[in-house]
Nanobody, 115 residues
Framework: QVQLVESGGGLVHPGGSLRLSCAAS????????MGWYRQAPGKRRELVAD???????NYGDSVKGRFTISTDNVKSTVDLQMNGLKPEDTAVYYC?????????WGQGTQVTVSS
């Protein structure tokens, strides 16, 4: 059974920080690019960040310099450290695993940035 389970979402004030975590099971973790996407109401799902099994990250323009993605290949987890949060970061954040044959999604975790 393939599972991607996100945790760490919540409510935070502008300028605050959150750390999201995604635990993967049922996949060969090293065979996938792992990532985080987000979707705000009325908007398309967009890439936040992804990272190869070799540790090479890629970030969406809106989060560069503020967010950091990392993996633990032993625990099969991918984290997203979010600093300097802005109201426009408010969205449901989804864990993603992809390779040439498969795309998998977690159920999502809500991040709300509000005063």
């Amino acid at each position: 059974q393939v599972q991607l389970v996100e945790s760490g979402g919540g409510l935070v004030h502008p300028g605050g920080s959150l750390r999201l975590s995604c635990a993967a099971s049922g996949i060969i973790f090293s065979s996938y690019v792992m990532g985080w996407y987000r979707q705000a109401p009325g908007k398309r799902r967009e890439l936040v960040a992804d990272i190869t099994s070799g540790g090479i990250p890629n970030y969406g323009d809106s989060v560069k310099g503020r967010f950091t993605i990392s993996t633990d290949n032993v625990k099969s987890t991918v984290d997203l450290q979010m600093n300097g949060l802005k109201p426009e970061d408010t969205a449901v954040y989804y864990c993603n695993a992809r390779n040439v044959a498969n795309i998998r999604w977690g159920q999502g975790t809500q991040v709300t940035v509000s005063s």
